[in-house]
């Protein structure tokens, strides 16, 4: 069973940053697309920021020009990089990965993590 498991979180002030790390446990054959969601109380869980595997990426429009997204294939980590923090951004933060755990899969899984807390207030 792949786990992602997440770091990084934590609580920060207006105009901080975060870096939130990103991993499957135990061994996989592949990953595509990772991506990072959050879930503030009381609403949806939204998109983030996505990156392929290639390094292509998307990023919601509250996201763009103050985080970034990346991934370190050697490592199967992705990374969010958080400038320029809001108390609009506190949310709980989910990471996402599209899975090939063994090489006769014929189709990736999506995986989850745990969510880590990021908390925004002065």
């Known amino acids: 069973q792949v786990q992602l498991v997440e770091s990084g979180g934590g609580l920060v002030q207006p105009g901080g940053s975060l870096r939130l790390s990103c991993a499957p446990s135990g061994s996989i054959f592949s990953i595509n697309v990772m991506g990072w969601y959050r879930q503030a109380p009381g609403k949806q869980r939204e998109l983030v920021a996505t990156i392929t595997s290639d390094g292509s990426t998307t990023y919601a429009d509250s996201a763009k020009g103050r985080f970034t997204i990346s991934r370190d294939n050697a490592k199967n980590t992705v990374y969010l990089q958080m400038n320029s923090l809001k108390p609009e951004d506190t949310a709980v933060y989910y990471c996402?990965?599209?899975?090939?755990?063994?090489?006769?899969?014929?189709?990736?899984?999506?995986?989850w993590g745990q969510g880590t807390q990021v908390t925004v207030s002065s």
């Open positions: 996402h990965a599209s899975i090939r755990k063994y090489i006769l899969d014929h189709y990736a899984r999506d995986y």
